[in-house]
């Protein structure tokens, strides 16, 4: 049984670029979620995909959206990037049908500059 | 609005010293607690779920315990590999979503 795998590991972006993060959800696990963790904060709820489709939004401005593939795995896509953005992104896949499902990646340390 | 506060922020141990963190939630409508241990850089690692009042569960070292106001989860005769931040999170419902709220943590570090 494979885990969550997220890629890159780490990448530094400069101001006003755009990103694109990577996430591929444990087998069997439907849904896809993405945090965001400041330093020395909990996980922050961006949004989560089931289906496809964008069926949860935490309180993040639109510049921050995603996709989620028919085999489940996902992207997170932040434009115009800011300062604040640097931040440790997290991705969790679950299933519908588990309250066990919350299975999270190691994530992706975005430093913007 | 749920909110979950941790104490302590941080907490330093000596090897084989017992103690206790605490997880205090407001949630209209508990439905699970989950526990999770969170290595410097790394992504969160489930620990445990608990349900409802007066249940604990146990793992090695770690015991979570749950009231209708709070969590504990224990820590007997710590080891240094058990240095981590522990988190813990209720889950929120909506129709087909669902999303975790999350504590700030607690940093353990245990020394010799």
């Known amino acids: 049984e494979t885990g969550v795998t997220q890629s890159p590991t780490h990448l530094i972006k400069t101001r006003g670029q755009q990103v694109t993060l990577r996430c591929s959800s444990q087998s069997g696990h439907n849904t896809v979620s993405w945090y965001q963790q400041a330093l020395g904060q909990g996980p922050q709820f961006i949004f989560q995909?089931?289906?496809?489709?964008?069926?949860g939004r935490g309180n993040f401005p639109p510049r921050f959206s995603g996709l989620q593939f028919p085999n489940y795995s996902s992207e997170l896509n932040v434009n115009a990037l800011e300062l604040d953005d640097s931040a440790l992104y997290l991705c969790?896949?679950?299933?519908?049908?588990?309250?066990?499902?919350?299975?999270f990646g190691s994530g992706t340390r975005l430093t913007v500059v | 609005e749920d909110q979950v506060t941790q104490s302590p922020e941080a907490l330093r141990l000596q090897e084989g010293e017992s103690s206790s963190l605490n997880c205090s939630y407001t949630?209209?409508?508990?439905?699970?607690l989950f526990w999770y241990r969170q290595d410097p850089g790394k992504g969160p690692e489930f620990l445990f779920t608990l349900y409802s009042a007066g249940e604990e569960k146990e793992k090695e070292r770690l015991k979570a315990t749950l009231t209708k106001k709070e969590s504990f989860l224990h820590i007997t005769a710590p080891k240094p590999e058990d240095s981590a931040t522990y988190l813990c999170?209720?889950?929120?419902?909506?129709?087909?979503?669902?999303?975790?709220?999350f504590g700030t943590g607690t940093r353990l570090q245990v020394t010799l």
């Open positions: 969790a896949s679950s299933s519908m049908t588990s309250l066990y499902g919350y299975t």
């Open positions: 999170a209720v889950p929120l419902y909506t129709g087909t979503a669902s999303k975790l709220t």
């Open positions: 995909y089931y289906r496809e489709e964008e069926n």
């Open positions: 949630v209209s409508g508990l439905r699970g």
